[in-house]
Nanobody, 122 residues
Framework: VQLQASGGGLVQAGGSLRLSCAAS????????MGWFRQAPGKEREFVATVNWSGGTTGYADSVKGRFTISRDDAKKTGYLQMTSLKPEDTAVYYCAARLYADATVEGLYNYWGQGTQVTVSS
């Protein structure tokens, strides 16, 4: 599975952005997806995950209630809808994939996309 993240940009605090993660390959529907982010000078951290069927999702406490992860298997694309953005959400966002089960640990993911920059101004 190859992944291509997009949709980042510059937005004011309180605004919204939707990130996309386009996958290639025929096995996308059997893979869970995750979103991680890395702010300058910080380690990469978990943001959100969805399992292969879309039936189970998980979120970091810092984004719960503001971000929504979803997937469209027909389009082989995963999404991260981000609302009520805060300056502390500024980071490079990465999408990742692994077989079946959702996960919050980046070491469990086998496939990674390139990052997309999200900058939230105050």
């Amino acid at each position: 599975v190859q992944l291509q993240a997009s949709g980042g940009g510059l937005v004011q605090a309180g605004g919204s952005l939707r990130l996309s993660c386009a996958a290639s390959g025929r096995t996308f529907s059997t893979h869970a997806m995750g979103w991680f982010r890395q702010a300058p000078g910080k380690e990469r951290e978990f943001v959100a995950t969805v399992n292969w069927s879309g039936g189970t999702t998980g979120y970091a406490d810092s984004v719960k209630g503001r971000f929504t992860i979803s997937r469209d298997d027909a389009k082989k694309t995963g999404y991260l809808q981000m609302t009520s953005l805060k300056p502390e959400d500024t980071a490079v966002y990465y999408c990742a994939a692994r077989l079946y089960a959702d996960a919050t640990v980046e070491g469990l993911y086998n496939y990674w996309g390139q990052g997309t920059q999200v900058t939230v101004s105050s």
